[in-house]
């Protein structure tokens, strides 16, 4: 731009982190010469334009993370299941109301202490397994287990453990989805009794007793 010249707009471009993202333009209805102070006053407003863009870009973007934020905190804490986070030393870094309702302590309690506690006599070794596994950056698929409750009593569940990374793609700890699976452990237990019972009426008959799948094969025959 140069002040001997003469036209009927000013256009000067608006630009955000060295990219373009628009021009701020001045309209004469008629030819003018802009002079350096004008054209100074114009490259002023693009420059502010171009702050100001850049300012409620940032704001929207971090509204937008704020959103996404709390409607996964919202999944969470809304969640059935015990979701846990914990730091690569095992420490408990979170709690949701899951994990109060299925293993009785609130999330003051355990906060801050380390995973460890939910871990009863002869499974000590399950922990370090997993944080090894977990520096590899493995995901553990569902497994099951058993944990202790605040009371003592023991659960059967399955669990799932993944790594949770930063912005960097560190590795910084893990999180735990753990689902109460007694109920289903306790139906399949009185079931193989059932069929187990079954079996022993079967042997004590005194007759010929077998059975077939769909296709004919045999897959039972007694004494």
């Known amino acids: 731009l140069k002040a001997e010249l003469k036209t009927r707009s000013l256009d000067i471009p608006i ?3 060295g990219r373009l993202a628009g021009k701020f ?9 802009f002079t350096e102070p004008e054209i100074d006053v114009a490259l002023t407003l693009a420059r502010q334009l171009g702050f100001g ?6 704001e929207q973007a971090r509204s937008a993370a704020e959103e996404r934020a709390q409607q996964l905190v919202s999944i969470v804490e809304s969640s059935d299941d015990a979701i846990i986070s914990k730091d690569l030393n095992g420490i408990i870094q979170t709690w949701n109301s899951g994990a109060e309702r299925l293993f009785g302590y609130s999330a003051g309690e355990v906060i801050g202490k380390p995973v460890t506690i939910l871990v009863p006599p002869g499974r ?9 596994r977990l520096g ?3 995901r553990i698929h569902p497994y099951e287990t058993v944990r202790r ?6 659960l059967d569940i399955s669990l799932t453990v993944s790594p949770v990374r930063d912005s960097a793609g560190r590795i910084v700890g893990a999180s735990k989805i753990a689902r109460n699976i007694t109920d289903r452990k306790e139906a399949v237990r009185q079931l193989r009794e059932s069929e187990q019972r079954l079996t022993e009426l079967f042997a004590a008959i005194p007759a010929a007793i077998y059975t077939t799948d769909a296709q004919g094969k045999i897959t039972y025959f007694n004494q």
Not at 53 to 58: D, M, Q, S
Not at 149 to 154: H, I, T, V
């Open 15 to 17: 630009l955000i982190g």
């Open 25 to 33: 333009m001045a309209y004469y209805d008629r030819p003018h010469h």
């Open 53 to 58: 863009i850049a300012r409620l870009r940032a």
């Open 124 to 132: 000590e070794e399950e922990e370090p397994g997993i944080r090894g």
């Open 136 to 138: 590899l950056g493995e």
């Open 149 to 154: 409750r605040k009371d003592g009593s023991l």
